[in-house]
């Protein structure tokens, strides 16, 4: 068997080995790989003459195709190259061509299989100058492959985008670029893998770069679909670089790839984008213990639809909200709705009920008439994060735009289990009939998805390794994507994982339910280890936040810390990123409780704790 690699730098093996150097003489490789692309892998011999020597007189040009066809008979074996006075034909199987499995791969739509196969143009390096007629074919071949090769790595892209994989989307979209730097598709497509990775001056990097690229090459503009896409990406959040908190050089500031998630993203994004072309109401419900990576799961969604052109709006809720009537719906409307593209289009009457002080009859009305004047502007993606902490009245104003009339308008709802909400569990129930939507449940990562991560964090460690760390990992964890994480970057800093005694979580158990000594001392030490990387500024913060608990206004996690401004918006902004705390319009709160309750143990000094009170009880 003869294998040729033609997609990229070329190469021939033999059996597997390396070809004998007669093999690789470029006339005989060039009318080995010309035969294998050719129609019933057949030519006529005056053909091949006219192709590879007609810079020859005739006898001696059909001695050299002799002479050639020769060395392949030898290599080849006689029944896989078939001759007579005017033809010659490749015997099948005879020899195996990466650009046809590429061809078949691509067809079939194994996308992922056929990305792995596109390294390069066709014959890169290769020619025969000599050999006109050949360097004709190879231009076109080249041309025509390098078409096929942009449209599966651009599509392979968006689809480790809608897989939660932003890093891979943009090396297959880099790939691309690499071999048609001005293919916009691939542009679009990186500036996309960019943004919602939380990159928006790398999105708006790339899009400047090609910008001017197009303007001294070409004279001309980008698309308008690409222009449309820079200006969705302006209106993405900046993030506040923090002034002292630690480079990682080893994945350059990039979160943990959405590993494990794949199948509840990609049903989540079809239910997002029928909701939007098909103009009609749904509901994403997502459900799971803490800490398996619902908030994850919705900022990713949520990045989706608005670099989509969606408008968006999102409130988590903290315990203390269930006695709070109407608060959900007031913060969604007051910090976002109200300010939303169309908006103006909803009464004054409705308008002037939701920016009112005190809570009114009318509130589910108002509401209601606000998102659909919102809806008739853009599609609409509502979050409603934690909802079992969320207050009754707000759940049932907002759960009932879903009875409204036709309109673009998803709300994600994210609940744990405990406690339960009757009015989502209706919701559910209605699901397929009276209401359009989706429930993904989300459970505890498999090895396999650990195994994927641990690869991400530590990239040089071998497979004996990655195995040991995984299934070590794996038991601390219990699988919960937090604690994964959370491990798996403190070992990328140093931590040293030690054999753990006894199982974790206790049957009947969940993270909520977990005090910090019922932790591993893995996990314990890792978020000390995660707590020692963050930034001084990140460190005070964190106590502040932990001695006061729930969900904090910035000013008074400020106030509670010393500093203000600049300072402190790059302090949360890297505390947000690094995932310890989640924010919305009213305030910051920890992701999970367990990580309020080690520090409060195990950072806050009974001194710290005292000054901490003191300031945040008397502004002065």
Request: glycine fraction near 8%; proline fraction near 5%; charged fraction near 25%.
């Amino acid at each position: 068997m003869i294998e040729c690699r033609t997609l990229g730098t070329w190469e021939l093996k033999v059996d597997g080995q390396a070809p004998p150097s007669d093999l690789t003489w470029k006339k005989n490789f060039g009318l080995l790989v010309y035969l294998a692309r050719s129609p019933k892998r057949s030519r006529a011999r005056n053909h091949l003459i006219g192709l590879l020597w007609a810079d020859k007189p005739e006898h001696d040009a059909r001695r050299s195709l002799n002479v050639a066809l020769s060395t392949l008979r030898q290599r080849l074996g006689a029944e896989s190259l078939h001759t007579d006075v005017d033809h010659v034909r490749l015997g099948a199987g005879a020899v195996d061509l990466d650009l046809d499995r590429f061809d078949a791969l691509a067809t079939a739509g194994a996308l992922g299989a056929a990305a792995d196969l596109a390294r390069g143009e066709f014959l890169e390096g290769f020619a025969l100058a000599d050999a006109s007629a050949f360097e004709d074919w190879l231009l076109v071949e080249r041309n025509a492959v390098r078409r096929r090769s942009l449209d599966v790595l651009t599509r392979r892209a968006n689809e480790r985008l809608d897989a939660g994989d932003s890093g891979e989307a943009e090396e297959l979209c880099t790939r691309a670029l690499g071999m048609d730097d001005l293919f916009e598709p691939a542009v679009r497509t990186a500036m996309l893998a960019r943004a919602i990775g939380g990159d928006r001056a790398g999105a708006l990097s790339r899009y400047e770069a090609f910008k001017a690229q197009l303007k001294t090459r070409l004279g001309t503009q980008p698309n308008q679909e690409t222009e449309a896409l820079a200006e969705r990406v302006r209106r993405e959040r900046t993030w506040r670089a923090p002034t002292a908190a630690p480079a990682r050089a080893d994945q350059g500031g990039r979160r943990a790839p959405l590993e494990g998630r794949a199948d509840a993203l990609e049903r989540a994004l079809v239910a997002w984008r029928a909701c939007q072309s098909e103009r009609h109401r749904s509901v994403i419900i997502l459900e799971g213990d803490s800490g398996v990576g619902k908030t994850r799961l919705v900022e990713e969604i949520a990045a989706r639809a608005r670099v989509d052109g969606a408008a968006t709006a999102a409130i988590r809720a903290v315990e203390a909200d269930l006695t709070s009537p109407w608060s959900g719906l007031l913060s969604l409307c007051r910090h976002d709705l109200l300010a939303a593209p169309g908006a103006a289009g909803a009464s004054p009457a409705a308008l002037a009920v939701l920016r009112g002080e005190e809570p009114a009859p009318e509130f589910t009305r108002a509401f209601s008439e606000l998102v659909t004047a919102v809806c008739d502007e853009q599609p609409l993606l509502l979050v409603l994060d934690d909802v079992q902490w969320l207050d009754r009245e707000s759940l049932l104003a907002i759960l009932a735009t879903l009875r409204d009339p036709p309109a673009p308008l998803a709300i994600v709802v994210t609940a744990s289990s405990h406690p339960a909400r009757t009015e989502v569990d209706e919701v559910r129930a209605r699901l397929g009939r009276e209401v359009t939507g989706v429930v993904l449940r989300l459970g505890p990562l498999s090895e396999g998805a650990i195994a994927r991560l641990a690869r991400w964090a530590v990239p040089a460690y071998n497979d004996d390794q990655i195995d040991r760390l995984t299934r070590r990992v794996a038991v601390d964890s219990a699988g919960v994507s937090l604690l994964v994480t959370a491990l798996l970057e403190a070992v990328a800093a140093g931590l040293e994982l030690r054999t753990s005694q006894e199982g974790w979580p206790k049957p009947g158990r969940t993270l909520d339910h977990t005090l910090p000594g019922d932790l591993p001392d893995n996990v314990v030490g890792a978020i000390r280890v995660m707590f020692g990387r963050a930034s001084d500024d990140a460190q005070t913060l964190l106590r502040v936040a932990a001695v006061l608990g729930g969900r904090r206004p910035a000013g008074l996690l400020g106030r509670g810390g010393e500093f203000e401004g600049n300072r402190l918006a790059a302090a949360l902004d890297e505390l947000e990123w690094s995932r310890w705390l989640t924010a919305e319009p009213r305030g910051y709160a920890f992701v999970a409780r367990i990580f309020q309750d080690v520090i409060n143990r195990d950072m806050v000094e009974t001194g710290q704790r005292l000054r901490i009170v003191q300031r945040c009880a008397d502004p002065s």
